[in-house]
């Protein structure tokens, strides 16, 4: 059985940084492309990251220059840093894998307001 369990998430000012973990059980990550989705109340899931297992990378214009997507296989967890943070980043976000018909998390809320 697939697990994905995001963590990282909390209440941070404008400007500032969190770094959300998406650990994987039950999958081997080395092989797969993975990507990180946000959705915020009332508005579409929407792509933020997505990175390739070998380690290619696209972001949303919205995030370009500010967000940025790892993995470390060894730990099978994929990380997503945010830097920057403005309020329209609020928003739950979620790890995937093998999209949208594949494997979620929970999702790990990120707010963002002084």
């Known amino acids: 059985q697939v697990q994905l369990v995001e963590s990282g998430g909390g209440l941070v000012q404008p400007g500032g940084s969190l770094r959300l973990s998406c650990a994987a059980s039950g999958i081997a990550l080395r092989m797969k492309d993975m990507a990180w989705y946000r959705q915020a109340p009332g508005k579409q899931r929407e792509l933020v990251a997505h990175i390739t297992w070998t380690g290619n990378t696209n972001y949303a214009d919205s995030v370009k220059g500010r967000f940025s997507i790892s993995r470390d296989n060894a730990k099978n967890t994929v990380y997503l840093q945010m830097n920057s943070l403005k309020p329209e980043d609020t928003a739950v976000y979620l790890c995937?894998?093998?999209?949208?018909?594949?494997?979620w998390g929970q999702g790990t809320q990120v707010t963002v307001s002084s």
């Open positions: 995937n894998q093998g999209g949208v018909a594949g494997n």
